[in-house]
C-alpha cells in the first residue's frame, strides 16, 4: 500500500506493482491465505472509506514509512546518499503518503497463481497499471516474471533448486523504485 501510494506520488501511476505471497505449494492452504488477506484488504478500505477505528492502522502505517533507520523515508534518504542520479527519490511526507491511502489499497487485485486457478497476470491487457498481490507456490518458483515487484513475503523451505532460485531473483531493480522494494522472509532462509 505504502509503495503504491509513493509510486503515484512519483507519477507513475500507471506503472505495474507486484507483491509475491509464497508460504507453501498446497494449494489448498494458497486459498487460506487469499481468503486472509483479501479480509484484510477490504478491512483496510472500509476503514478509511468510513473514517472508523482507522487510527490504529494508519498509525502503524505511518509508523512504517517515516520511524527508525528501517522506514520508508529513511531508505530513500540512504540510497539517495549514493549519488548517482539513478537512485534519486523525492522523500515524501507522511501527510503525502496518507492522501493516496485509499486509491492505493482500492487499485491492488488478489490473485491465486497456480495449477487450479484460473487467475493470470495479465499486464499487457492492464493498460492503468497492474498492482496484484500474486499468491501462489510452484507456477511462481519457475520462471513466472511479476512486473514491478516490490514486496515478497516468502516463508516456504525448500531443497529445489527452481525454488531456490526465486529467492535469488527477488527485485528486478528500475529506477524510482529501489527504496520502495521490501522482503519479509524468516531469518532461517535469509
Known amino acids: 500500500i505504502l509503495g503504491i501510494a509513493a ?42 472509506t468510513t473514517k472508523t477505528g482507522h487510527e490504529k492502522l494508519t498509525e502503524d502505517l505511518r509508523m512504517l ?5 528501517q522506514s520508508f523515508q529513511a531508505t530513500t534518504k540512504k540510497i539517495n546518499q549514493r549519488g548517482d542520479e539513478i ?11 496518507k492522501e493516496e491511502l485509499l486509491n492505493a489499497v482500492n487499485s491492488i487485485e488478489i490473485r491465486k497463481i497456480n495449477g487450479e486457478a484460473g487467475d493470470v497476470l495479465d499486464y499487457e ?10 499468491i501462489g507456490g510452484d507456477k511462481l518458483a519457475r520462471g513466472l ?14 531443497k529445489m533448486y527452481d525454488t531456490l532460485m526465486q529467492m535469488g531473483r527477488w527485485f528486478g531493480y528500475r529506477p524510482g523504485y529501489l527504496d520502495l522494494c521490501r522482503l ?7
Open 87 to 97: 537512485f534519486q527519490n523525492p522523500v515524501h511526507s507522511w501527510s503525502e503518503i
Open 145 to 158: 516474471t511479476l512486473n514491478g515487484l516490490s514486496v515478497s513475503y516468502f516463508l516456504r523451505c525448500s
Open 7 to 48: 509510486i503515484s506520488l512519483r507519477g507513475d501511476s500507471k506503472a505495474h506493482n507486484s507483491m509475491l505471497v509464497h508460504v507453501t505449494r498446497f494449494i489448498n492452504v494458497q486459498s487460506i491465505v487469499y481468503d486472509q488477506i483479501e479480509s484484510e484488504r477490504q478491512n483496510i478500505v472500509n476503514a478509511l
Open 184 to 190: 519479509f522472509t524468516t531469518s532461517e532462509l535469509s
Open 125 to 134: 491487457e492492464t493498460s492503468g497499471g497492474l498492482n496484484v498481490i500474486a
Open 65 to 69: 514509512w517515516e520511524e527508525g533507520d
